[in-house]
């Protein structure tokens, strides 16, 4: 009499076996992600052509202007040391005076800032 002949079982495709860990699961960093905001005044007008300047705990430097809508973006690695942001425009004062992010792993949004003249002697 013949002996029977071993069958491998394979794993079902449709159950993935406890130890497999799909990418779902895992979050991911993006390799870039957006600081982004605006710029108005103490009436929340818009103020165009303010430089906004980024600057990483590295020291590495980034600038932008505010567009007609008084919106900035930058594009930046993800980084758990932060950035600061500065906002500058001669003729007004800004409130905030900077904004430092500590962490950024995502997009940020809204970072605002309003401009107010100043009225120098």
Do not use: C, W
Request: a negative charge; glycine letters at 6%; zero cysteines.
């Amino acid at each position: 009499m013949a002996s029977p002949t071993p069958v491998a079982e394979t794993p079902s495709a449709a159950a993935p076996s406890p130890e497999t860990k799909t990418e779902e699961a895992l979050p991911k960093t993006p390799a870039t992600l957006t600081v982004s905001g605006a710029v108005k005044d103490a009436d929340d007008k818009a103020l165009a052509n303010v430089v906004v300047v980024l600057i990483s705990s590295q020291g590495t430097v980034l600038t932008t202007t505010s567009d007609e809508l008084g919106s900035y973006s930058f594009t930046v690695a993800p980084s758990d040391r932060g950035y600061r942001i500065i906002p500058s425009r001669d003729g007004f004062i800004f409130e905030p005076v900077d904004k430092l992010l500590s962490a950024v792993t995502g997009d940020v949004k809204d970072l605002n800032f309003v401009g107010i003249l100043s009225h120098k002697p």
